[in-house]
């Protein structure tokens, strides 16, 4: 609709012309009675509509909160969002040329998880990142699962093989090459590394897991439905037919993968990595208030937890499941919180974590991962108000939804 009226909603944007950076001119009402492009989920039944009328009694946040979500290595558009908050000046064209206005030092910015994958830009994208967190501001930075698939990756390649962790480099997927072709372009392509690693045919057997995987896999995985490892033996399947086939179309032999892996773990794991803050800030959900913030969405174990162990102890079993055991992290109700979309093959959440989660106080899960073209959204998921922040802030999925 015009802007009519509605100027004081859209913020000024110090020295940048919102036209070069595609940020919003126009504003409208985020109305929960009418269609529109925020509004809930229309659905049939009343009970599945947005219940506001307790809002009152909710806890707030007294300070400011910038939730910003699924960069996806969209170095651009991240900086496009801060500054749209109003809080944040561009003052170049560079990751790092911005800078905070002193009226924001009481903000929080909360970034929601998938800084990683897609490109163009992830090393910029972490270099604005870590900007904004040297900007003596409050930063919350949120575990994706595209980050989290690189993190299990990495590690998978340093730790001893075993069957139940022996497919997570490739099962990155195709959407890592851009990062790797980043890494390998900045930090190895002319270096002496190259010099030092294996023939194809052993970088592929280190990176890969081994030719009878896929009859050990289900025999060990005995935590997994007879479903979810099938889900899994063939999501491999397709990962390891296609994974150095889009290695040699950006450029890059296995040799150059390996190598470039090698790199990542000395840019991402040891303590004086130039991106290990990347991971070691990292925390699995933020709570403020009546507010929770994750990347993607909550089930009963989650709301069971934050009840009996509280967001600081949950956060630390995230932090030593990464590290100690890959696979119960992946395919546990953690990581459930990195990829639920309430499909029938997530984790459940029924009226009994419902009832959980708001005797605690919380009312409302503000969350990325679920893909919206057309603006964040309110809705109703299960009895539990949620906030859809994923507005498709890369370029590369903008292209794909055009």
Not at 92 to 114: L, N, R
Not at 263 to 289: N, T, V
Not at 297 to 303: A, E, L, N
Request: proline content about 4%; hydrophobic content about 40%; charged content about 25%.
């Amino acid at each position: 609709m015009p802007n009519t009226g509605l100027s004081h909603y859209v913020p000024h944007f110090d020295g940048v012309n919102p036209a070069t950076l595609s940020l919003p001119v126009l504003a409208e009402y985020w109305q929960l009675d009418v269609k529109h492009s925020g509004n809930l989920l229309r659905t049939k039944t009343i009970e599945n509509k947005v219940d506001l009328s307790q809002h009152q009694s909710w806890k707030w946040p007294s300070k400011p909160l910038y939730f910003i979500s699924d960069a996806h290595a969209d170095a651009e558009a991240f900086i496009g969002s801060l500054v749209t908050t109003g809080t944040v000046v561009k003052t170049g064209d560079g990751a790092t040329d911005f800078m905070v206005k002193p009226s924001a030092k009481h903000a929080t910015f909360i970034i929601g998880g998938d800084c990683l994958d897609k490109g163009p830009s992830n090393l910029a994208l972490l270099d604005a990142v870590q900007h904004l967190r040297q900007s003596q501001v409050k930063v919350k930075l949120l575990a994706g699962n595209h980050d989290m698939r690189l993190l299990m990756g990495l590690q998978s390649l340093r730790s001893k093989r075993n069957v139940l962790t022996d497919h997570l480099f490739v099962r990155m997927g195709n959407k890592v090459v851009p990062l790797l072709k980043e890494v390998y372009q900045t930090y190895v392509q002319h270096t002496p590394l190259l010099n030092s690693i294996p023939d194809i045919d052993e970088c592929r057997a280190r990176l890969f897991p081994k030719a009878d995987w896929f009859q050990k896999f289900p025999l060990a995985a005995t935590q997994l439905s007879a479903g979810s490892i099938e889900r899994e033996l063939e999501r491999m399947q397709n990962k390891v037919a296609s994974f150095e086939k889009n290695c040699l179309k950006a450029g890059l032999t296995l040799r150059d993968v390996y190598a470039t892996a090698l790199k990542c773990q000395d840019l991402f794991l040891e303590p004086e990595g130039h991106y290990a803050w990347f991971f070691d800030s990292m925390k699995l959900i933020y709570r403020k208030g009546a507010f929770l913030f994750l990347h993607a969405g909550v089930d009963d174990t989650i709301c069971e937890e934050i009840k009996n162990v509280g967001i600081k102890d949950i956060n630390q079993q995230f932090k030593q499941l990464i590290k100690q055991d890959l696979f119960t992290f992946y395919y546990g109700t953690l990581a459930n919180s990195l990829r639920t979309k309430y499909r029938p093959v997530d984790l459940p959440l029924t009226e009994n974590g419902v009832k959980t989660f708001k005797q605690q106080g919380l009312h409302v899960v503000v969350h990325g991962h679920k893909n919206r073209k057309q603006g964040q959204r309110i809705v109703n998921q299960h009895g539990i108000m949620h906030i859809e922040a994923d507005i498709t802030l890369d370029r590369n999925s903008r292209k794909k939804k055009a």
